[in-house]
T-cell receptor, first 113, second 114 residues
Framework: AQSVTQLGSHVSVSEGALVLLRCNYS??????LFWYVQYPNQGLQLLLK??????LVKGINGFEAEFKKSETSFHLTKPSAHMSDAAEYFC???????????FGAGTRLFVKA | DGGITQSPKYLFRKEGQNVTLSCEQN?????MYWYRQDPGQGLRLIYY???????QKGDIAEGYSVSREKKESFPLTVTSAQKNPTAFYLC?????????????FGPGTRLTVL
């Protein structure tokens, strides 16, 4: 069965510092992986996704993620944090049969001035 | 603008009542989903629908019901059988439900049981 583990329920960084949010997955087939962001009291929106091809995926707002099959990881990074990046971030993997997406528990990012 | 709307934004329910949450999309998507979000637990799938007049139970369907009579609408009813319904409910849609499809989310409904 597919699963996703996000390491760290809370991450705090200073404005301008590197953002690193960790995600490990388990999948019996080549995975399709996603990162979504949720601002307070709102729905989720897609940051980026990996399906096939280039393993370094660039998304919106300066975020990127690298698919590493050997490490079963899909960590999300941003070189320089901005106050507006404070939100909850969810890593997700598509189920093998499609139609279902399995979400991680989420990581809340705090950005300090 | 294309998107997903959910109403109401806040909903209060008394014990023993059924309540219905609305979800409408104008993206012309075939697949629609309902998720429940609780703090620290991520999103859990309640029901999903791949096409009109067809829907499937997700991981936590007990105490919930849905209908899909129109492509653009996928209402969720929280019945009195749902023992702990206080949560944030999110509706989503995707083009066809394929593995690579992005899900588009509505703004959510926060349900509180009084």
């Amino acid at each position: 069965a597919q699963s996703v583990t996000q390491l760290g329920s809370h991450v705090s960084v200073s404005e301008g510092a590197l953002v690193l949010l960790r995600c490990n997955y388990s999948s019996s087939v080549p995975p399709y992986l996603f990162w979504y962001v949720q601002y307070p009291n709102q729905g989720l929106q897609l940051l980026l996704k990996y399906t096939t091809g280039a393993t370094l995926v660039k998304g919106i707002n300066g975020f990127e993620a690298e698919f590493k099959k050997s490490e079963t990881s899909f960590h999300l990074t941003k070189p320089s944090a901005h106050m507006s990046d404070a939100a909850e971030y969810f890593c997700a993997v598509s189920d093998t049969g499609g139609f279902k997406t399995i979400f991680g528990a989420g990581t809340r990012l705090f950005v300090k001035a | 603008d294309g998107g997903i709307t959910q109403s109401p934004k806040y909903l209060f329910r008394k014990e023993g009542q059924n309540v219905t949450l609305s979800c409408e999309q104008n993206l012309n998507h075939d697949a629609m989903y309902w998720y429940r979000q609780d703090p620290g637990q991520g999103l859990r799938l309640i029901y999903y629908s791949q096409i009109v007049n067809d829907f499937q139970k997700g991981d936590i369907a007990e105490g919930y019901s849905v209908s899909r009579e129109k492509k653009e609408s996928f209402p969720l009813t929280v019945t009195s059988a749902q023992k702990n319904p206080t949560a944030f409910y999110l509706c989503a849609s995707s083009l066809a439900g394929g593995r690579a499809d992005t899900q588009y989310f509505g703004p959510g409904t926060r349900l509180t049981v009084l």
